[in-house]
């Protein structure tokens, strides 16, 4: 059964740092990858995705993930962290019409 | 693009009474709808998937006489908590698909929170 792991429960972060998010997955196929954002009392919004082809994504918001078949890892990255990028972020995995099954998710904390 | 909206973004009900939600596809025909519960600080929990002209498929545990599925065009599936008690209180979410997608992408609406007194 397909399964994701996001190990970090919560990150803080000072603003203008880096940031990675990590996420494991388990799946029999080549997976198709999301991360979404949630704000508080919000929906999900997609940051991006993995189907095939560059293992480096480009999302919006000046987000990236790499996709790590070998270490069955898609991380997700930003160069500098902004206040406004503090929320929830959620790794999924599935595929075709498979339904898709997320992270627990990590919470982003953004320190002055 | 692919813009989905949910109505009410929150609903106050008595104990005892129904409640439906709607979920809309604003600009993009769905064939699948999917809806999800969230409880505070977890993750979403897929409770069933709708597809438009059918019944809609429910996950294990999740009751399907309580929850009522509707999926009756391609842009509006409803969500029915009958007869709500308060541990039905919780934020329900729903996404759909593209009518055609392959890949699984699923766009979110905004969510309605829940409150069962």
């Known amino acids: 059964a397909q399964s994701v792991t996001q190990p970090d429960i919560h990150i803080t972060v000072s603003e203008g740092a880096s940031l990675e998010l990590r996420c494991n997955y388990s799946?029999?196929?080549?997976?198709?990858l999301f991360w979404y954002v949630q704000s508080p009392g919000q929906g999900l919004q997609l940051l991006l995705k993995?189907?095939?082809?560059?293992?480096l994504v480009q999302g919006i918001k000046g987000f990236e993930a790499e996709f790590k078949r070998s270490q069955s890892s898609f991380n997700l990255r930003k160069p500098s962290v902004h206040w406004s990028d503090a929320a929830e972020y959620f790794c999924?995995?599935?595929?075709?019409?498979?339904?898709?099954?997320f992270g627990t998710g990590t919470r982003l904390l953004v320190s002055p | 693009g692919a813009v989905v909206s949910q109505h009410p973004s929150w609903v106050i009900c008595k104990s005892g009474t129904s409640v439906k939600i709607e979920c809309r596809s604003l600009?993009?025909?769905?064939?699948?709808m999917f809806w999800y519960r969230q409880f505070p600080k977890q993750s979403l929990m897929l409770m069933a998937t709708?597809?438009?002209?059918?019944?809609?498929?429910?996950e294990q545990g999740v009751e399907k006489d309580k929850f009522l599925i509707n999926h009756a065009s391609l842009t509006l599936s409803t969500l029915t908590v009958t007869s709500a008690h308060p541990e039905d209180s919780s934020f329900y979410i729903c996404?759909?698909?593209?009518?055609?997608?392959?890949?699984?992408?699923?766009?979110f609406g905004p969510g309605t929170r829940l409150t069962v007194l």
């Open positions: 996404s759909a698909r593209l009518a055609g997608d392959l890949y699984n992408e699923q766009f």
């Open positions: 799946y029999g196929a080549t997976p198709y």
């Open positions: 993995y189907f095939s082809g560059d293992t």
């Open positions: 999924a995995v599935g595929a075709g019409f498979q339904k898709l099954v």
């Open positions: 600009d993009f025909q769905a064939t699948t």
């Open positions: 709708s597809n438009e002209g059918s019944k809609a498929t429910y």
